[in-house]
């Protein structure tokens, strides 16, 4: 027992202040056995003594000679620490201490490509390190892109850093987990938590601020992106890849009412990104940033979650935006528990290329408070799922028309596209559904609506396009046999057609299989029907199926 208190004793009396761990090339791993981790006093914590096996290394110790002074040039001294982590049989840590008088300066890119298992991690982990009084810890003065090298890292983590680019003219990238032929082949498993990064000011001048192109398996966490073009771009262009990356909250991209990140949020994510819990403050660009945005014709992402995020804070001259650009062909995107606006009215908020399939847009808050200018704009998507949404004020819904789905609108009228069971006969098709439930007068003519209201007026509420007409089925209820003389023709162009019912005095579903007619794009087809005098007409529901 005497031995024990004199062994702790001793390394108590004999180790530096935390923050100020000396750790020579020579003896570089200062580590603590397992069967003694319950031997430990507080104090030889708090000296710097940290248990293995991964080295840990200050960056600041003699050894590395880092001065962290905001003067001082620190890239060799930080690039010899990183090099020397990286020789570990395990790989190895670099540690900042918060107790740096200002950023570790770095006038030449860090280069970590094909590392393993290597930490660089500051005394602020846990927390961004920009919020403590905004101290920027690596502060890089370089033109040369990318400032942070990390190209086939494998389990390389980025941890308590605030990564400042402060030369304009630097356009290219700051940190980059970019992957190219050679070495680990690579970039995987790695992650940045708890940072930031930033490019200088607010000029926009830098490109990107994290490069992912080639990488698989990213997390980011706790972080922080402003002042550039690009905050996180996935593959650089066509053809590339960047899968199954983690974005989760929380993690804030650009500034209220500046116009801190100027292009896209998330540019060309690839494969199964899932982006949860995180804020998007697009702020006064013009035109607007766009949150996920496409470049350089990549067009391979597919099982996209954007799940529970804020979106909003978009200000300035009402700015033409594009938030969320599906490409064509992208398959499985999922919107869900999102809050996205207030928004400009010059706004879309989704565009979809063509045969985009299995796009869900489900519980979702839009435009609480603002005016939305087009909510849905698509080409030939397959599987387009809009359910119902919370909506302030839309100026247009839909333009375009998905070749299937279904689509709540704002004001909860459900359309479906394609294929699909008719409710009134159980054929297949696509059931356009029209009706009247109300009061008409008598001796008018109305006409039905997919609303299911009594209009005054023609009703061209079916989607414009060429298709084939049948199955015409109607049903109504007591209260509609005796108001009017029960004849239901569809009309096309104002013509009507052969297509044709008669609802008799009873309430069974009258139907007309056999007849036809086909429309061309710019046909439109309305559904009249003539009221009886001194009486009124309620209660007549009908499905028409375009195939």
């Not at 024990?4 to 603590?32: D, E």
């Not at 009309?491 to 086909?518: E, I, M, W, Y």
Request: aromatic fraction near 6%; hydrophobic fraction near 40%.
């Amino acid at each position: 027992m005497k031995r024990i208190v004199v062994l702790l004793l001793g390394l108590a009396l004999s180790a530096p202040a935390y923050g100020q761990t000396r750790i020579s090339p020579a003896a570089h791993k200062r580590l603590l056995p397992d069967s003694d981790a319950g031997s430990a006093t507080g104090a030889a914590l708090q000296a710097g003594t940290f248990k293995g096996p991964n080295p840990w290394y200050d960056v600041t110790d003699p050894a590395w000679g880092a001065k962290c002074d905001g003067v001082t040039d620190d890239t060799a001294a930080i690039q010899a620490c990183l090099t020397a982590a990286n020789a570990g049989a395990r790989g190895g840590t670099c540690f900042i201490p918060a107790s740096i008088a200002g950023p570790c300066m770095l006038t030449t890119p860090l280069v970590m490509d094909n590392f393993t298992n290597v930490r660089l991690v500051s005394g602020t982990q846990g927390a961004w390190p920009g919020l403590a009084g905004g101290r920027v810890n690596l502060q890089y003065t370089g033109t040369t892109s990318p400032g942070i090298s990390a190209s086939n890292c494998f389990g390389c983590t980025f941890d308590g850093l605030f990564v400042q680019a402060t030369n304009t003219g630097l356009t290219g990238t700051l940190l980059s987990f970019n992957a190219v032929a050679g070495g680990n082949g690579q970039t995987a498993n790695s992650k940045i938590i708890n940072s930031s990064l930033s490019g200088p000011g607010s000029s926009n001048t830098l490109g990107i601020l994290l490069s992912l192109d080639k990488a698989i398996s990213i997390r980011i966490e706790n972080a922080s992106f402003s002042n550039a073009k690009v905050a996180i771009q996935g593959a650089a262009k066509a053809g590339s890849f960047s899968n199954a990356v983690s974005i989760i909250g929380p993690v804030n991209f650009g500034g209220a009412g500046t116009c801190s990140i100027s292009v896209a949020d998330i540019q060309n994510p690839g494969e199964n990104w899932v982006i949860a819990g995180n804020a998007f403050e697009t702020g006064n660009c013009s035109p607007g940033v766009q949150v996920i945005g496409m470049a350089g014709g990549f067009s391979g992402a597919n099982g996209i979650s954007f799940i529970s995020n804020f979106v909003g804070d978009q200000s300035g001259a009402n700015p033409t935006s594009t938030w969320f650009t599906v490409p064509a062909g992208a398959k499985g995107w999922s919107f869900s528990g999102n809050t996205i606006g207030p928004l400009s009215t010059n706004s879309t908020v989704f565009s979809l290329g063509n045969n985009a399939t299995g796009i869900s847009i489900n519980g979702n808050n839009f435009a609480d408070g603002s005016t939305i200018g087009t909510f849905l704009a698509l080409g030939s998507g397959n599987g387009v799922d809009v359910g119902p949404n919370s909506y302030g004020t839309v100026a247009t819904f839909l333009s375009g028309t998905p070749a299937s789905g279904r689509i709540v609108d704002n004001i909860g009228a459900t359309t479906v596209y394609g294929n699909s069971l008719n409710p009134l006969g159980g054929t297949m098709g696509t059931p356009m559904g029209f009706g009247c439930t109300g009061v008409a007068s008598a001796n008018s003519t109305i006409f039905l609506s997919n609303g299911g209201a009594c209009s005054l007026r023609a009703a061209y509420s079916f989607p414009v396009g060429a298709g084939t007409w049948r199955n015409l089925r109607c049903v109504t209820n007591v209260a509609g046999i005796n108001a009017f003389d029960g004849t239901i023709t569809p009309r096309k162009n104002g013509v009507p057609q052969t297509l044709t019912v008669t609802l008799g005095k009873n309430t069974a579903v009258q139907a007309d299989t056999k007849h036809s007619f086909t429309t061309a794009a710019n046909d439109k087809v309305d559904i009249p029907v003539v009221t009886r005098p001194a009486t009124t007409i309620s209660g007549i529901t009908c499905t028409m199926e375009k195939q």
